[in-house]
């Protein structure tokens, strides 16, 4: 077992110890999406609300196709397998808990039922359970972001596909992106413009968005639409 694999291993062994354990060893078709997301709030927040400090984004208010699609991708290897992506990383080596396409369907329908805009956890409790030496491991987006500046970038580059609203578009296969936060939406436009992300012919969507992300050529441009992306939350619900 290589570094990242004995990482997910002692991630997992200290979720929830005999209750994972027993939700494992329970038949494909019997266990629920609700018991494999036990493992998925470690980082994800137990409200699928995302954490700063594990780097795990918010999940509450994308739709079950999505991230049925994602969680096949880190399955089948198609995303989280870039040396620099380590969060990635992580999600690939514990997709194992996911079986089959029918615990990833329970559990993509299960966390599609979170209600977004619940703030993101602090993690008071632990730091980060892994050493990242990426130079994204403490992306900051180092400069002021433009709003205007955004709006108009988003207008010309990425609302065709992504909406006016960005809430994305399930025939065109684009997300929802209103309730990642800024850090995370600039790091995988990041991860799309660098070849991070995208670079497997069999993700052809991924493909797209690192043409597309190489318009972004400067931090002040991914700041300036990460910015505008997280204004277009509805009322009430900027975090």
């Known amino acids: 077992m290589n570094r990242l694999g004995k990482i997910c291993a002692i991630i997992i062994f200290f979720i929830s110890g005999g209750a994972l ?30 954490s ?3 780097d795990g984004p918010a999940l509450a208010g994308l739709p079950a196709w999505y991230l049925e699609l994602q969680m096949q991708n ?15 990383q992580i999600m690939h080596y514990s997709t194992g808990m996911l079986r089959n396409d029918f615990t990833i369907k329970s559990l993509a329908e299960y ?14 409790m632990r730091e980060r359970p892994y050493i ?24 010309a580059v990425c609302s065709a596909c992504h909406g006016p609203d960005g809430a994305g ?5 684009t997300a929802s992106l209103v309730y990642f936060s800024e ?25 797209q968005m690192a043409a597309i992300s190489n318009v972004l050529s400067t931090e002040q441009a991914i700041a300036d639409v990460a910015a505008h992306i997280v204004s277009l939350r509805p009322a009430g619900e900027q975090k």
Not at 27 to 42: A, I, K, Q
Not at 82 to 87: A, F, K, V
Not at 111 to 124: H, L
């Open 21 to 50: 354990a027993q939700t494992l060893e329970k038949p494909n078709e019997t266990v629920t999406g609700e018991e494999l997301f036990v493992v998925c709030s470690f980082c994800h927040g137990e409200n699928a609300q995302g």
């Open 52 to 54: 700063r400090r594990r």
């Open 74 to 88: 880190y399955t089948d290897g198609i995303r989280g397998t870039h040396p620099e992506d380590i969060p990635g």
């Open 111 to 124: 966390i599609s039922k979170f209600e977004p805009g619940v703030p993101m956890t602090r993690d008071a």
């Open 132 to 155: 990242w030496d990426s130079t994204y491991s403490e992306i900051e987006l180092g400069v002021t972001p433009n709003l205007e500046a955004g709006a108009q970038t988003y207008g």
């Open 169 to 173: 578009n399930e025939a065109l296969g």
């Open 183 to 207: 850090r995370y939406l600039a790091r995988q436009l990041k991860y799309f413009r660098n070849g991070i992300r995208g670079s497997d012919p069999r993700d052809i969507r991924g493909m």
